[in-house]
């Protein structure tokens, strides 16, 4: 899919800059900004390395000052804002902004084109910057493009001020190459290029701003140092590049790399053939070119999604692959994972990725619970979740009866997906536990176990100590999927066992959790205490393969969600006629982490909701048409905040404004996990 931004965009500094393009290197590095290339948060930059993939990421070219010199009068093509002002301000001499699928900005000065690219290497920490220039009418005067470097060398999540402990010098390589080492106990940076002078003059940039930074109540200043320009002579006619990299190249062909690159996105992109027939777009495995057929914004929204989907599969340190849960600040975490990897791999086909990434959280299950987030400079895994586990044994059995590999799950997983039920039932971290009603009760006081897991110092905003509805329902779901794989293994005691548990557990649940005033579900249980609240994670006692509510309460929680918790970007996370809703998330760290998890909309309960509703009016003969509605908007966010793909939040008040991460794993994935079983019947 191509996305197109002209003059009137470009040239509308508030428009512009709330739209972001985002690069990808498929081991948690990236390089993003906005379309108009100036950085409105700190996540932005042109190399975001990954030192320890897919984590450890560092912030080291921020971005490439440029000016186009003609007879020595300087025109500029980048944008940076300070305080109060926009300082050089490039974007009005930009014409056009594309993705397709590179970030292209296209540049007209004096009837001189300059269209530039950024491109990153797959697999490696490089990011490559091409500028083709193209003079209309005859060449009479001296033309140069100047692109002075600017460095943060930080902590993805810091700020760079100016400090003595900055080391102004680089090294010369013998291929003309440049090595940067600011700080010694940070990667040095490569950067290649083909200019033909260099400008040794070195000082730093001093206060740029970053308004999304501020709108976030974060520090939005920082100082970038740049220590020279790079000249190229643009009269010679060839084109100029500039490389950064972790990489010490010997030779570098910038062609080559773009070529590599440039089919690797027509793979990813033709990968799946999207097929128009009377019953639906039907998914088929295929490289040929997709036939000449009209199609639907919803089918556009897909094809989009499916290309995206694959900047969130990264590989680890150890070569196995993980996914990443969200640009620009999230690493891979153990319930997104879970959650997304239907999404992203099975209805794509993409089974030995699923496969890998499975295999790989088992090696970390402990006490019965894989991890739910690897910290950024390799410590411990920390284990606070009580539903990723539960979310596992559901992924696993999605990759069974996507991939129909039996033997993987007989020989290697079986056994872990028995280690987690047996803690559950006995007792592990944080007080999980069966309690004597079959029913599985979490948490202690000042630890978020759910996916509501916002915390402001020692206050967990949604603490949901207890026993959950979500929680309950994974752990119904995971007991039925233990019977029917013990029946399909030949033991049938064990598959008796958990088939007898779960019947116990779908009683207790009923009556504990049905609201009968209400005709809905309580949010969680505690002792006497029965919470009301309507929030969506009831929807996963309907949404999941196995539900132990009847037909008429799967309608009344569906219809009750509808009500009060569906907008067209996902459901709010709390209804609005609650005495506690927050309808915009917004302000401080405080003041967003009160609102996360108590209004805003999150775009991936889209996906259980359209599973819920399917399943709830199976056989009504306006369900699919339905249905389909609910994809239509996010096709028209495509064109917001990350460009082509799906933010991780919105607003709970209209007009919904998308919040927190541009590029949501669990966003995506459940969009296309949704589309493709629901809508054109991919699953199984």
């Known amino acids: 899919m191509t996305i197109v931004f002209n003059k009137d965009i470009c040239h509308d500094l508030s428009k512009a800059t709330e739209k972001e393009w985002l690069e990808t290197n498929g081991i948690g590095g990236y390089a993003s900004s906005t379309i108009i ?57 930009l014409v056009q902004f594309s993705l397709n699928p590179f970030p292209t900005f296209e540049y007209s000065v004096n009837g001189i084109d300059i269209k530039k690219i950024v491109f990153m290497v797959h697999g490696e920490n490089t990011t490559v910057v091409l500028y083709q220039v193209n003079c209309r009418g005859e060449r009479t005067f001296a033309l140069t493009l100047k692109v002075r470097v600017m460095v943060a060398f930080r902590d993805y999540h810091g700020l760079t001020h100016e400090n003595q402990a900055c080391k102004a010098d680089y090294k010369i390589l013998t291929n003309g190459g440049v090595r940067l080492q600011p700080y010694e106990i940070l990667l040095p940076m490569y950067l290649f290029h083909n200019a033909q002078t260099m400008d040794n003059a070195s000082f730093w940039y001093k206060n740029m701003e970053y308004p999304r930074e501020n709108e976030r109540g974060l520090e939005s200043h920082e100082d970038h140092f740049s220590p020279f320009a790079l000249h190229f002579d643009l009269n010679k006619g060839i084109n100029c590049h500039v490389v950064a990299s972790t990489n010490e190249y010997n030779k570098l062909d910038v062609y080559e790399l773009l070529k590599k690159e440039t089919s690797l996105r027509k793979k990813e992109d033709r990968g799946l053939k999207l097929e128009v027939s009377d019953s639906g777009l039907q998914p088929q495995a295929s490289a040929l070119d997709p036939p000449q057929v009209e199609v639907n914004n919803v089918t556009k929204l897909c094809k989009s999604l499916l290309t995206v989907s694959n900047s969130f599969i990264v590989k680890r340190e150890s070569d196995k692959k993980s996914i990443i849960a969200g640009y620009h600040w999230f690493g891979d975490w153990g319930r997104d994972t879970m959650i997304s990897l239907p999404g992203l791999t099975l209805v794509q086909g993409r089974f030995e990725d699923a496969r890998e990434i499975l295999l790989s959280f088992a090696q970390y299950v402990s006490k019965g619970m894989i991890p739910n987030r690897f910290p950024d400079y390799g410590e411990t895994p920390e284990y606070n979740t009580v539903d990723a586990s539960l979310w596992y044994v559901q992924a696993v059995y999605q990759y069974l009866r996507f991939a129909k590999d039996f033997m993987t799950i007989r020989k290697d997983l079986y056994g872990v997906l028995k280690e987690i039920i047996e803690h559950y039932q006995k007792g592990t971290r944080y007080n999980i536990h069966m309690d004597s009603d079959g029913l599985i009760y979490a948490g202690v006081a000042g630890v978020q176990l759910t996916w509501m897991d916002a ?50 557990v779908s009683k207790s649940f009923n009556d504990a959790f049905w609201f009968e005033e209400g005709q809905y579900l309580y949010d969680y249980i505690d002792g006497e205490t029965r919470s009301k609240a309507i929030r969506p994670n009831q929807v996963f006692a309907v949404s999941l393969p196995y539900s132990m509510l009847s037909k008429k309460r799967q309608i ?110 669990w966003s995506v994935a459940e969009i296309l996990r949704a589309y493709f079983e629901h809508v054109y019947g991919f699953g199984v």
């Open 37 to 93: 290339g100036a950085n409105t948060r700190r996540y932005h930059g042109l190399l975001m390395a990954a030192t320890r993939p897919p984590l450890g990421r560092t912030l080291m070219l921020s971005k490439l000052e440029e000016f186009l010199c003609i007879n020595g009068k300087e025109f500029p093509l980048s944008t940076n804002i300070y305080p109060n002002t926009i300082c050089p301000e490039g974007y009005k001499n």
């Open 455 to 504: 915390k402001i110092g020692d206050w967990v905003v949604t603490p949901r100590i207890g026993k959950a509805v979500e929680i309950n329902a994974l752990w119904y779901n995971a007991l039925k999927i233990m019977s029917f794989l013990g029946r399909e293994m030949d033991l049938s005691n064990e598959s008796k066992d958990y088939t007898i548990l779960a019947e116990n």
């Open 556 to 665: 009344n929680v569906v219809e009750i969600v509808k009500e009060h918790l569906l907008t067209p970007y996902g459901l709010r996370s709390l209804s609005p006629k609650d005495n506690d809703y927050i309808g915009r998330y917004y302000g401080n760290v405080c003041e967003r982490d009160r609102a996360y998890h108590q209004g805003t909309v999150w775009a991936w309960l889209i996906g259980p909701y359209i599973s819920a509703y399917a399943k709830a009016y199976a056989g009504n003969k306006d369900a699919l048409e339905y249905i389909k509605g609910l994809f239509v908007p996010f096709y028209e966010h495509l064109l917001d905040a990350g460009l082509g793909t799906v933010s991780e939040i919105f607003d709970g008040d209209p007009p919904h404004t998308p919040r927190g991460c541009i590029s949501q794993a």
